[in-house]
């Protein structure tokens, strides 16, 4: 099962772009990059989701390396309502099979 | 609403004592999967489901039991639990082999007490 890397915490200026690495270097050619994000006391929210290209929504950017091995999240301005714990994960596009959670990168907002 | 209803929100309980933890979604997705989350540790797949009684093990099965009898629903039972599976549990389902990758749905969580 392709495994994801993060660092353990991050932390931004309100108002500035952060940008969130995750590293799959296992990645099989029919994983989806997909990113969920955790507030306190929620259960994890979808965030974005991408193959091979770019993607943007009204959340956040994806951006996806050429060989796929990385990959990052970008939000383009941080609000001290983004502070939570950002998961990357991977998940077959065939359908079923595990969905490994690591442990995430804990964004801290500073005002 | 599109949603992930999981019952109760919090269950205080006592080492033996059988429990289920009720989890439903209304979206007709055919992919379940049940979740723990402890401290330092995200979360972590306990078992998961891709249609109606279709079921196999995350990483971390030991302890507990799932059934997914009908498509809405897929509980997830502790036939005795124990201390150590106290916990804060989450429900997820999505749409399954569309070969898109299809994003998660989380409930709101179950904290488990076990004591």
């Known amino acids: 099962d392709a495994k994801t890397t993060q660092p353990n915490s991050m932390e931004s200026n309100e108002e500035e772009p952060v940008h969130l690495p995750c590293n799959h270097s296992t990645i099989s050619g029919t994983d989806y990059i997909h990113w969920y994000r955790q507030l306190p006391s929620q259960g994890p929210e979808y965030v974005i989701h991408g193959l091979t290209s770019n993607v943007n929504n009204r959340m956040a950017s994806l951006a996806i390396a050429e060989d796929r091995k990385s990959s990052t999240l970008i939000l383009h301005r941080a609000t001290l309502r983004d502070a939570a714990v950002y998961y990357c994960i991977l998940r077959d596009g065939t359908g079923g099979f595990k969905t490994i959670f690591g442990a995430g990168t804990r964004l801290f907002v500073k005002a | 609403e599109a949603q992930v209803t999981q019952n109760p929100r919090y269950l205080i309980t006592v080492t033996g004592k059988k429990l289920t933890v009720t989890c439903s979604q209304n979206m007709n997705h055919e992919y379940m999967s049940w979740y723990r989350q402890d401290p330092g540790l995200g979360l972590r797949q306990i078992y998961y489901?891709?249609?109606?009684?279709?079921?196999d093990k995350g990483d971390v099965p030991e302890g507990y039991k799932v059934s997914r009898k009908e498509k809405r629903n897929f509980p997830l039972i502790l036939e005795s639990p124990s201390p150590n599976q106290t916990s804060l549990y989450f429900c997820?389902?999505?749409?399954?082999?569309?070969?898109?990758?299809?994003?998660?749905?989380f409930g709101s969580g179950t904290q488990l007490s076990v004591l």
């Open positions: 489901s891709m249609n109606v009684e279709v079921t």
């Open positions: 997820a389902s999505s749409f399954d082999r569309t070969g898109r990758g299809e994003k998660l749905f």
